[in-house]
T-cell receptor
Framework: GAVVSQHPSRVICKSGTSVKIECRSLDFQATTMFWYRQFPKQSLMLMATSNEGSKATYEQGVEKDKFLINHASLTLSTLTVTSAHPEDSSFYIC???????????????FGQGTRLTVV | AQKITQTQPGMFVQEKEAVTLDCTYDTSDQSYGLFWYKQPSSGEMIFLIYQGSYDEQNATEGRYSLNFQKARKSANLVISASQLGDSAMYFCAMRGNFGNEKLTFGTGTRLTIIP
């Protein structure tokens, strides 16, 4: 089946530095990718929707300048957390949407997630 | 706006018993999709089952079935013959019409299977 690869799975960085997280669709072209954030023991909250070749659409309350999203190709979207602070520590997970709407609903595939710790 | 409500923060079930995880939703879209995902401690989101709003029959996938009651706006997940490996967080999610394709998630239910 379709696979989405997210890298890295874990990252620890110093406060003030930037971290880049990659989300790749391995065997299909993803016209749309979504980035979610999940705090411990909470649900997934959509941060932004990224469409190939255009600017990302951010959800209300998400800082565009802090969470930079680039969807430069149909198989790769990146999330860069700029000037990271301890409060940015969280689990970030991407999903990639295949342009085909499948009958079983699995048109959106999730990456493995990235656990970011800012110290 | 779409909203998903999961009212059971945690459940404990004896191994081999069936379990029902509740999910209610609210949407103004005429066409929508309902999903259940399993999230083990590793964090990955594992797709379990999908129900389209116009599907007349309840979806089934192996030990998973979705009890879809459109008039009540509920989409409960039923796991038959539970196994220890079923212990995880379970999220109900909804997708709206084309053009509104992002997933909205519920708060999740932590299921623990007791040996």
């Amino acid at each position: 089946g379709a696979v989405v690869s997210q890298h890295p799975s874990r990252v620890i960085c110093k406060s003030g530095t930037s971290v880049k997280i990659e989300c790749r669709s391995l065997d299909f072209q993803a016209t749309t990718m979504f980035w979610y954030r999940q705090f411990p023991k909470q649900s997934l909250m959509l941060m932004a929707t990224s469409n190939e070749g255009s600017k990302a659409t951010y959800e209300q309350g998400v800082e565009k300048d802090k969470f930079l999203i680039n969807h430069a190709s149909l198989t790769l979207s990146t999330l860069t957390v700029t000037s990271a602070h301890p409060e940015d520590s969280s689990f970030y997970i991407c999903s990639a949407r295949s342009p085909k709407l499948r009958r079983d609903g699995t048109e959106a595939f999730f990456g493995q997630g990235t656990r970011l710790t800012v110290v | 706006a779409q909203k998903i409500t999961q009212t059971q923060p945690g459940m404990f079930v004896q191994e081999k018993e069936a379990v029902t995880l509740d999910c209610t939703y609210d949407t103004s879209d005429q066409s929508y999709g309902l999903f259940w995902y399993k999230q083990p401690s590793s964090g990955e989101m594992i797709f379990l089952i999908y129900q389209g709003s116009y599907d007349e029959q309840n979806a089934t996938e192996g030990r998973y079935s979705l009890n879809f009651q459109k008039a009540r706006k509920s989409a409960n997940l039923v796991i038959s013959a539970s196994q220890l490996g079923d212990s995880a967080m379970y999220f109900c999610a909804m997708r709206g019409n084309f053009g509104n394709e992002k997933l909205t998630f519920g708060t999740g239910t932590r299921l623990t299977i007791i040996p």
